[in-house]
């Protein structure tokens, strides 16, 4: 749901950019484009179910829905007041704005039973509440405010210390900040607790669904303690979540962070990061892919685990897939005996290269085919002290690994490279055409109904 309420505001300048400043009958049809961009947006479908307009002021609700099915069960209601005056009073200070626009839960009886149940928790009366100001060129000032939260059920209580967080949209610039409180969970012997965690948003957007820019939460620290005594302790320091994402000659590139700068446990490691970044994937093609997904139920997509299924949303991202994309991950650790580091990735061949199908990337149909296109990298650097003080040094000890990674006593390293057909570990050549053989020319689908 939260990602939902983000969006709501996000979008609202361009929905209301134009709309009348007395006609609450001219505010309506922006309302509708509202619904449409946000309809865009998936997981969820959005639809307009009532709209009363007024001279100073309006109200609408909208229903919220898993799919856009005719039959497609309402999860929620949202009401929003809507007050599209030229000037109004705010804190005792005059604001002229195009219009104002508080967005709150309608609680009803669409709401589940269990939905109702956990809403007992918040502390206000309201969950949530958007308030969004538009001005007379369509740039938007936004906030977001979740309640505070307190639960317990038998002997587990779990506490959020609620949410805020502002945006401003100035044209296709977004640029947010907001604090997520603190949140514990408590029980069974056992205490988790995450400070509060500041968010940052930089984003501009390209085009539906294509935003470039920064975003990222850091928390300060978070800890585990036990009853069972400090062998179960362990606290995270300085740790966040970050992605940058760029766009140039119609292509996106992104990579996103996960890093804990210190790490105090009995485990042997100070500090650990992984990096995931995806490059050079096409714009149109991310577009067919948001398109056929807003055409999925949110449960199909999201949550289930039908393997069919899964191929399914997979395939629909394959047109943002083509020459040059790549996918490669990045894992760091270090400890009290150095560092380690091991790099891994696949790409797609340039379209100026040889092997690269005349008939595109919607041509290949076999493991050759497949293979032709695909590289292939993977680097291992390690301190062999940072190594040695963690389980890997059983693995390295196995001789499975020791024909790929070079041990010299103070260092492991590897190095492995796949590339028209042929793999190079360390610098040694081995041709897939002789150890795979006639399997190179299995069709793909074959082996996809395995």
């Known amino acids: 749901m939260k990602k939902l309420l983000l969006a709501i505001p996000l979008v609202a300048g361009a929905s209301w950019a134009g709309a009348s400043i007395y006609s609450g009958t001219q505010t309506q049809s922006a309302y509708d484009q509202l619904l449409v961009q946000l309809n865009e947006m998936k997981p969820l479908t959005l639809v307009n179910e009532s709209y009363s307009a007024g001279f100073l002021n309006s109200t609408a609700v909208t229903k919220v829905m898993d799919s856009a099915a005719p039959d497609a069960k309402v999860l929620f209601r949202l009401q929003h007041d809507?007050?599209?005056?030229?000037?109004?009073?705010?804190?005792?200070?005059?604001?002229?704005?195009?219009?104002?626009?508080?967005?709150?839960?309608?609680?009803?009886?669409?709401l589940s039973e269990s939905a109702i149940e956990f809403m007992q928790g918040f502390v206000e009366s309201e969950p949530f509440e958007i308030n969004t100001q538009v001005g007379y060129n369509g740039d938007t000032r936004n906030h977001l405010l979740v309640s505070a939260y307190h639960h317990q059920e038998d002997d587990i209580e779990v506490r959020f210390g609620g949410l805020y967080y502002n945006a401003d949209v100035v044209g296709d610039a977004v640029k947010g900040r907001g604090e997520l409180g603190e949140i514990t969970v408590d029980g069974q012997g056992n205490l988790l607790t995450v400070s509060s965690g500041v968010i940052t948003t930089d984003l501009t957007r390209?085009?539906?669904?294509?935003?470039?820019?920064?975003?990222?939460?850091?928390?300060?620290?978070?800890?585990?303690?036990?009853?069972?005594?400090?062998?179960?302790?362990?606290?995270?320091?300085?740790?966040?979540?970050?992605?940058?994402?760029?766009?140039?000659?119609?292509?996106?590139?992104?990579?996103?962070?996960?890093?804990?700068?210190?790490?105090?446990?009995?485990?042997?490691?100070?500090?650990?990061?992984?990096?995931?970044?995806?490059?050079?994937?096409?714009?149109?093609?991310?577009?067919?892919?948001?398109?056929?997904?807003?055409?999925?139920?949110?449960?199909?997509?999201?949550?289930?685990?039908?393997?069919?299924?899964?191929?399914?949303?997979?395939?629909?991202?394959?047109?943002?897939?083509?020459?040059?994309?790549?996918?490669?991950?990045?894992?760091?650790?270090?400890?009290?005996?150095?560092?380690?580091?091991?790099?891994?990735?696949?790409?797609?061949?340039?379209?100026?290269?040889?092997?690269?199908?005349?008939?595109?990337?919607?041509?290949?149909?076999?493991?050759?085919?497949?293979?032709?296109?695909?590289?292939?990298?993977?680097?291992?650097?390690?301190?062999?002290?940072?190594?040695?003080?963690?389980?890997?040094?059983m693995f390295m000890m196995a001789p499975q690994a020791q024909q790929v990674i070079v041990a010299d006593g103070s260092s492991y390293t590897a190095d492995i490279t796949l590339k028209e057909l042929i793999v190079y570990i360390n610098g040694n050549p081995l041709s897939l055409e002789l150890m795979m053989g006639e399997i190179l020319d299995t069709p793909i689908a074959q082996i996809t109904e395995i």
């Open 82 to 110: 809507i007050d599209h005056a030229p000037v109004a009073v705010v804190d005792s200070s005059v604001q002229v704005a195009e219009a104002r626009i508080k967005t709150t839960l309608l609680q009803d009886d669409s």
């Open 206 to 393: 390209i085009s539906q669904a294509v935003y470039a820019g920064l975003y990222g939460v850091e928390f300060d620290k978070l800890t585990v303690s036990s009853d069972e005594g400090a062998t179960f302790d362990f606290a995270l320091e300085s740790l966040g979540v970050n992605s940058d994402t760029t766009v140039a000659d119609d292509q996106l590139s992104t990579r996103a962070n996960i890093h804990v700068g210190k790490i105090d446990s009995q485990l042997p490691l100070d500090s650990a990061s992984l990096e995931v970044g995806m490059s050079n994937l096409s714009i149109s093609g991310i577009k067919q892919y948001v398109e056929a997904v807003s055409q999925m139920p949110m449960s199909d997509t999201m949550l289930s685990s039908d393997p069919e299924m899964i191929m399914e949303v997979m395939s629909t991202f394959l047109p943002a897939i083509g020459p040059g994309s790549a996918l490669d991950y990045k894992f760091k650790f270090s400890n009290a005996g150095g560092d380690a580091s091991l790099d891994y990735g696949i790409s797609v061949i340039e379209d100026s290269s040889p092997y690269y199908p005349v008939g595109g990337l919607a041509s290949i149909s076999t493991v050759r085919d497949l293979l032709n296109i695909t590289q292939f990298e993977a680097h291992l650097k390690a301190d062999a002290d940072a190594i040695d003080q963690t389980p890997l040094a």
